[in-house]
């Protein structure tokens, strides 16, 4: 009778044990279920572009690098006509809204319309890229002038190519320095939190050694 006593006390013991541990568990479930519970849904991390070197960054900062990938992407964008500037033009302002301030909606609805009235952008076709040797690697701080931790002055060169049918009518090399701010009230429409701002000055002819004998080009060539 002995042996099967303590039989049964172990198996006693075994089981409040195995109670006890299944109660630490559903308490653990319970502080982890809060903990995720109260975790923001969505969480924003600009990682820089380059990833050869690794980097610490408070999750709430923006890298000047991420400023200039947003906005080169953006205004290249913005300034890609495939077709017919007429009506890609437009449709590029209404597509990106999300990334322009409203004052730079507006700046540039008036840019679209004085054009269309100006026959330049009938058949019109337009792209912009980058000039090699003047990317944010080259020159970091002439590319992103930080003003404060929510605006930025960001200096593009690129090189401005048009066509009117298969014929090419324009070659710029023009600097852009576009003001960006940081406003983040759409997440779901701008992750990025970004905004370009438009023109922080006029923009700039780019000198060549090739041109720099030319005479001095028209506003309407840069733009």
Partial sequence: MSRFKNEVLR????????????SALVALALVMGVGW???????TIHVPPDLRSGSTRKWWDVPPESVYAFTFYVWQQLQRWPTNGDEDYPRNLHALSSYL?????AFLQQDYEYRRNAGE????????Y?????????????RVRTVSTREWVVSLDVTADEYYA??????????YPLK???IDVDPQRNPFGLAIDCYEGAPQRIAT????????????NMQ
């Fill in 11 to 22: 198996l006693e013991a075994h089981i409040k044990t195995l109670r006890i541990g299944a």
């Fill in 37 to 43: 519970w109260s975790a923001p849904r969505d969480l």
């Fill in 101 to 105: 301030t409203p004052a730079c909606q």
């Fill in 121 to 128: 952008l009938r058949q019109r076709v337009r792209g912009i």
């Fill in 130 to 142: 980058e000039i090699p040797g003047r990317g944010y690697g080259d020159n970091p701080t002439l």
């Fill in 166 to 175: 298969s014929e090419q009518v324009k070659r710029a090399l023009v600097r």
């Fill in 180 to 182: 960006v701010l940081r």
């Fill in 209 to 220: 050694p090739v041109d720099s004998a030319a005479p001095a080009p028209s506003l309407e």
